[in-house]
């Protein structure tokens, strides 16, 4: 199965919601195909005053190569509008399209698709740098240090745990009935800014609080799940999506195709070998330290989504992805 970003925009929405309430999405294996909707009355996407943009996930394409038609449809009257133009979504790791940067008014003429693309990766590198985060779900298996508390600090907000293991003990999982995973990410409760699993204590003892800690060691817990701060419906913040944006259309004549593979490669300043000397100009690292960058909606961004700075024992830090 792919996991495919559908991104919709809806023009005149204040018309729009005149009538409708919602969005539905339907598939096709071929442009000219026949549309199947996948939403259903939990999962069509709810229109929401002021909020032109709307992301779809889905996470049940065979491939990613399907397409994507969308309509407006009123849960009451049961009214539904016409399909819209066929569209196909996006690799799901990715925060914009080709069709958002045509949108921003950007033509193939002052920027082809391919350079379109290829500058869009590299900021939204840049920006994962600058901010500590990821913006899409990303599964992965990340090992961690105890300290010897109840309580495991994550690196990353964390959408969903499917097994965890702790004190050096990676062959049984311990039962999801025994800890608390703090991954709220709703207006009452947002816990993307400080994430971690917590053991439950026993009832045992009643002098003293029991149950399971983290032991102290190096490398020594284990969580498998899903990472990333997405927002509840799993799609990428707005925020992040324009900023990058506003970073593509702010550089699509001053960067040329070498500083732009210079933005994305990190830090290598000078590679020599068999006498051929590589040095990446000082592009990177200046970009890296920007501070700010002048463009207040990509530093209000920037600040907003930047991983909270930890002040903590050093065991609890180190971390590994496997």
Do not use: C
């Not at 449809?73 to 819209?84: A, D, G, H, P």
């Amino acid at each position: 199965m792919a996991t495919v970003k559908v991104r919709i925009r809806v023009r005149e929405l204040s018309n729009v919601m005149t009538q409708f309430d919602q969005i539905k999405v339907y598939r096709s294996d071929a442009e000219d195909g026949t549309y199947v909707e996948i939403t259903d009355a939990l999962s069509r996407i709810t229109l929401v005053a002021d909020q032109t943009v709307y992301e779809y996930i889905d996470n049940t394409a065979p491939t990613s190569s399907y397409w994507y038609k969308t309509s407006y449809y009123n849960s009451v009257s049961t009214l539904e509008s016409s399909l819209s133009n066929a569209i196909q979504g996006i690799d799901g790791g990715l925060y914009t399209t080709l069709q958002d940067i045509r949108d921003e008014g950007i033509t193939e003429t002052e920027l082809d698709d391919d350079r379109a693309i290829k500058l869009s990766t590299s900021w939204q590198q840049w920006f994962e740098d600058k901010t500590g985060n990821f913006f899409t779900p990303k599964e992965d298996t990340v090992d961690l240090d105890g300290d010897g508390s109840r309580m495991l600090l994550l690196p990353v907000p964390i959408i969903e745990v499917s097994a965890l293991y702790i004190n050096d003990d990676f062959d049984t999982a311990v039962d999801s009935t025994r800890y608390a995973v703090y991954n709220g990410r709703g207006p009452v409760r947002d816990d993307r800014r400080n994430p971690h699993i917590m053991l439950k204590t026993g009832t045992e003892s009643i002098y003293s609080p029991s149950g399971s800690i983290f032991e102290i060691g190096d490398l020594n817990q284990r969580i498998v799940g899903t990472w990333g701060y997405t927002e509840a419906d799993g799609s990428t913040p707005y925020a992040v999506t324009r900023a990058i944006l506003i970073l593509v259309n702010a550089t699509k004549e001053y960067l040329p195709n070498d500083q732009i593979d210079q933005l994305a490669a990190g830090r290598l300043i000078e590679e020599v070998t068999d006498r051929h000397r590589k040095e990446y100009s000082d592009l990177f690292n200046r970009l890296k330290t920007w501070g700010p960058t002048g463009i207040t909606e990509v530093d209000d961004a920037i600040r907003k989504y930047r991983a909270p700075l930890r002040i903590a024992a050093p065991r609890t830090m180190p971390w590994r992805s496997v």
